[in-house]
């Protein structure tokens, strides 16, 4: 897991582009998602942290975001 809050957002692109950032997270909601889901666009830096795979996400006890992956959490649920 990686804290948004210590890079800069020339890194951040950098980490995106080699793959080492693949899914975003927010610390205090416990929630995880896409890159590109617009509920993860509106969270505060401070909060938001990245993962290189799901598993990671899903390790560290983050739930699946209920906009942009309705699929996995209704999945998750059964």
């Known amino acids: 897991m990686i804290r948004h809050h210590d890079l800069t957002d ?3 692109r950098r980490l995106i ?5 693949a ?15 617009w ?7 401070e ?3 990245f993962f ?4 990671e996400a899903r390790a560290a006890g983050y739930r699946p975001c209920g906009h942009c992956m309705k699929e ?7």
């Open 10 to 12: 020339t890194d951040v």
């Open 52 to 55: 290189a795979t799901e598993d």
């Open 23 to 37: 899914w975003a997270g927010n610390r205090r909601l416990r929630i995880y998602g896409t890159l590109r889901c």
């Open 47 to 49: 909060n938001r942290v």
């Open 39 to 45: 509920s993860g666009r509106r969270m505060k830096r």
């Open 17 to 21: 582009r080699s793959g080492a950032i």
């Open 72 to 78: 996995c959490r209704h999945a998750s649920q059964g």
